[in-house]
T-cell receptor
Framework: TAGITQAPTSQILAAGRSMTLRCTQD?????MYWYRQDLGLGLRLIHYSNTAGTTGKGEVPDGYSVSRANTDDFPLTLASAVPSQTSVYFCASSDSESPTDTQYFGPGTRLTVL | QKEVEQNSGPLSVPEGAIASLNCTYS??????FFWYRQYSGKSPELIMF????GDKEDGRFTAQLNKASQYVSLLIRDSQPSDSATYLC??????????FGTGTSLTVIP
C-alpha cells in the first residue's frame, strides 16, 4: 500500500496567494494531522481530525484551514500565504481505535513563501 | 514550559558504542510515549512506543520510562553509522494531545 501521500513535493508561492496542500491515506485510519516543522522548533501541530466530518485546532492554526470530507483525504489550505509560513509540512494519520495511537507520516511538502 | 523537552545535541558517539537519548515531559498524567527517527530531508518514522514504567527492548533499541521522574529515554546499543539521524520524542498528554520534542541530532562516527 502507498500509506500516506502528499502533494506537491515542494512549492514556491508568492505572498498573498492561496494554496492547498493535499494529503491522502489508504490505511483507513480515523485520525489525521497536519504538522509544520521548522528548525529549532520541531514538529508543531496545525490542525487535526479525529474522524471524517470533524476537525480541531492544534498548536499553530492561524492562517490555515482544513476539511475532512471523507476518511482518506485531509487537505490543508493557506488562504493568503505569508513568508512566515515557509516550512516543511507533514501530514500524518493514526488508527485512533488502536491503543498505541502511533502516527504515520507522509513524505512532506516543502513550501517557500516569497 | 514546553510539553516535551529534548537536548538538541549534537550527540556524537563512536561506532559500536551505546547512544543515550533523553526526553522529559511536563504533564504528569501522560500515558503514551514514542520515539521517532528522522533522517535528513525525510519524514519521521516510528522506532518504539512505551506505556509502562521500566524498560522495553526491541533489537538494539531500548526505551526506558520513569513516570515518577517524568522522563523517557532511548538507548541504542552497538551504534552504527546508519543510526545517524535526529531522534524525536513524542508524548500523548492527558488531553489526548500529541506533542513532539524538538529532537536530538545523533552522529555515529565510524
Amino acid at each position: 500500500t502507498a500509506g500516506i501521500t502528499q502533494a506537491p513535493t515542494s512549492q514556491i508561492l508568492a505572498a498573498g496567494r492561496s494554496m492547498t496542500l493535499r494529503c491522502t491515506q489508504d490505511m483507513r485510519h480515523n485520525a489525521m494531522y497536519w504538522y509544520r516543522q521548522d528548525l529549532g522548533l520541531g514538529l508543531r501541530l496545525i490542525h487535526y481530525s479525529n474522524t471524517a466530518g470533524t476537525t480541531g485546532k492544534g498548536e499553530v492554526p492561524d492562517g490555515y484551514s482544513v476539511s475532512r470530507a471523507n476518511t482518506d483525504d485531509f487537505p490543508l489550505t493557506l488562504a493568503s500565504a505569508v513568508p512566515s509560513q515557509t516550512s516543511v509540512y507533514f501530514c500524518a494519520s493514526s488508527d485512533s481505535e488502536s491503543p498505541t495511537d502511533t502516527q504515520y507520516f507522509g513524505p512532506g511538502t516543502r513550501l517557500t513563501v516569497l | 514550559q514546553k510539553e516535551v523537552e529534548q537536548n538538541s545535541g549534537p550527540l556524537s558517539v563512536p561506532e559500536g558504542a551505546i547512544a543515550s537519548l533523553n526526553c522529559t515531559y511536563s504533564d504528569r498524567g501522560s500515558q503514551s510515549f514514542f520515539w521517532y527517527r528522522q533522517y535528513s530531508g525525510k519524514s519521521p518514522e516510528l522506532i518504539m512506543f512505551i506505556y509502562s514504567n521500566g524498560d522495553k527492548e526491541d533489537g538494539r533499541f531500548t526505551a526506558q520510562l520513569n513516570k515518577a521522574s517524568q522522563y523517557v529515554s532511548l538507548l541504542i546499543r552497538d551504534s552504527q553509522p546508519s543510526d545517524s539521524a535526529t531522534y524525536l520524542c513524542a508524548v500523548v498528554n492527558t488531553g489526548n494531545q500529541f506533542y513532539f520534542g524538538t529532537g536530538t541530532s545523533l552522529t555515529v562516527i565510524p
